[in-house]
C-alpha cells in the first residue's frame, strides 16, 4: 500500500514511470516526423502525473478537496495541445489526428500513474505502442485495398474533365464526387480536380494510381 500513497517512493516510481511510458509512445512517433516526438508524449504524461499527484496529495494531506478534479481538467485541456498538431494539406487532406489521439491517451497513462493505478497505466501504454506500431501495417493494408480512393490529378491542357471522367471509367471506377482547384500552383491552361472514385470490388491502390498515370491527359497524379 505504501506505493498508493503519495510517498517519496511513490513520487520517484511514478514519474520515472509516466517518462518511461510516454517516451516509448513518442519515440514511435517521432520517427515518423510527426509534429509531436519522444520529448512531447514525456512531458505531457509526466505533466499529468505530476497534476495527479498533487491532486492526490492535497487530498491526502488536507482531507479535503475533490480527488479527480485537477485530473478532469487534464482530460478536456489536452485538448488543445493535441489540436495544434491537426493540419489541413493545400488538397483538404486532413493530418495529425494520430498524434493528437496519441497525447490524449498518454495523458490518460499520465493520470492512471499520477494516482497509482500502475497495472493498468502499464497494460494501457503497451496497447497504445502497439496499436501505433504492430497495427499500422494492417492499417496501411487495408487502406490500399478498399473500393474508394481520394486522388488528386492535373490535367494538361486539351484534355477535359469529361474525357478523362470517359477513361476512368473504362477502368471499371465510378467518379462518386468532383472539386475543381482554381487556386492551384499548376501551370497556366493545366486544370487540376480532386476526384472520389469507387470501384466496382476492391483493388489494390498502388496498381491502380500506376494504371490512371498512364491514362491520356495525365500530368500529375496523387493519392490523397
Known sequence: MELREVTMLAVVLRIVAAAICGGAIGLERGMKNRPAGMRTYMLVCIGACLIMLTNQYINQATGAGDPMRLGAQVVSGIGFLGAGTIIVTKHNQ?????TAAGLW????????????????????GFAIFAVLTLLQKWD???????RMVEIYVELNEGTTVG????????????VIHVQFEEDTAAEDNVRAIIASLKGKKRFNHQVMMGKIRQLSGVRYLEEL
Not at 486532413?94 to 494520430?98: N, Q, S
Not at 474525357?163 to 465510378?174: G, H, P, S, V
Open 105 to 124: 491517451s498518454a495523458a490518460g497513462v499520465g493520470l492512471a500513474l499520477g494516482v497509482g493505478f500502475y497495472e493498468a497505466a502499464l497494460i494501457a
Open 140 to 146: 496501411d493494408q487495408m487502406h490500399n485495398n478498399t
Open 94 to 98: 486532413i493530418k495529425g489526428l494520430t
Open 163 to 174: 474525357t478523362f471522367i470517359q477513361n476512368l471509367r473504362e477502368l471499371d471506377l465510378d
